[in-house]
C-alpha cells in the first residue's frame, strides 16, 4: 500500500540553523500539507501546496519558513533560522483530492532545536 | 475562527466498558475525520464521515456525524486494551485546499 515517507526520522540543531525536512507524497496525489505537533498538543497546520504554489498558509508559517516541490517526488519544508520554539513533531500529509478525501500522514520528524 | 472542540480530553476506563467521545465544530463543513495517534507514532486515519447522518464502524469503534448539531461522537464498544491511544477529530479548513483544522485529542488509557 503507498504511503507517506519522511526523513530525517529524527533532526537535532542548534538554535540559529537551518534545517530541511523532506517528504514523499503518495505519488498520486495532488494536495500536499505540512503540520506540526508540539508534544503532548494538538495538530497545527502549517501550509498547503498545490499546483507547484502555496495554497494557504496559517501565521505560524513566517518568513522563516519555506516549502518546495524540487522534484515530482519530493516535498521539503525549510526553517531559515530555527529558534527553540520550532522543536515539534512536524508531519506531511497528501490528499488525492481536495475535497471530502483522506489525508494519509507521513511518520513525522521529530524537530529538536537547542 | 473555527474552532473544534474535544471532550473529554482524558479518559481512562476499564476493559470491557462503553465510552463515547464527543467532537464540537463550528464550521458549516459536513466533512469530518477521525484520527487515531500512538505515542510518538503518526496519524493513522479510522473514519471519513461525508454526510449528515453519517455513521461509520470499524471493529469496536463507531463515529456519526450530526451536521445540523455540529456535532460528531466515537463510540467505543466493550473496550480493549490495543484501543489505548489518542483519538483526534478534525474538520476541512473552509479554504479552497481543505487543510484540516484539528481538536485537541482524546487521549485513551484502557485498563485490563
Known amino acids: 500500500e503507498p504511503e507517506v515517507t519522511q526523513t530525517p526520522s529524527h533532526q537535532v540543531t542548534q538554535m540559529g540553523q537551518e534545517v530541511i525536512l523532506r517528504c514523499v507524497p503518495i505519488?498520486?496525489?495532488?494536495?500536499f500539507y505540512w503540520y506540526r505537533q508540539i508534544l503532548g498538543q494538538k495538530v497545527e497546520f502549517l501550509v498547503s501546496?498545490?499546483?507547484?504554489?502555496?495554497?494557504?498558509k496559517s501565521e505560524i508559517f513566517d518568513d522563516q519558513f519555506s516549502v518546495e516541490r524540487p522534484d515530482g517526488s519530493n516535498f521539503t519544508l525549510k526553517i531559515r533560522s530555527t529558534k527553540l520554539e520550532d522543536s515539534a513533531m512536524y508531519f506531511c500529509a497528501s490528499r488525492r483530492t481536495g475535497f471530502a478525501d483522506t489525508q494519509y500522514f507521513g511518520p513525522g520528524t521529530r524537530l529538536t532545536v537547542l | 475562527e473555527l474552532k473544534v472542540e474535544q471532550n473529554p480530553l482524558f479518559l481512562s476506563m476499564q476493559e470491557g466498558k462503553n465510552y463515547t467521545i464527543y467532537c464540537n465544530y463550528s464550521t458549516t463543513s459536513d466533512r469530518l475525520y477521525w484520527y487515531r495517534q500512538d505515542p510518538g507514532k503518526s496519524l493513522e486515519s479510522l473514519f471519513v464521515?461525508?454526510?449528515n447522518g453519517a455513521v461509520k464502524q470499524e471493529g469496536r469503534l463507531m463515529a456519526s456525524l450530526d451536521t445540523k448539531a455540529r456535532l460528531s461522537t466515537l463510540h467505543i464498544t466493550a473496550a480493549v486494551h490495543d484501543l489505548s491511544a489518542t483519538y483526534f477529530c478534525a474538520v476541512d479548513g473552509e479554504d479552497s485546499n481543505y487543510q484540516l483544522i484539528w481538536g485537541a485529542g482524546t487521549k485513551l488509557i484502557i485498563k485490563p
Open positions: 505519488s498520486n496525489h495532488l494536495y
Open positions: 501546496f498545490y499546483n507547484n504554489e502555496i495554497s494557504e
Open positions: 464521515l461525508l454526510s
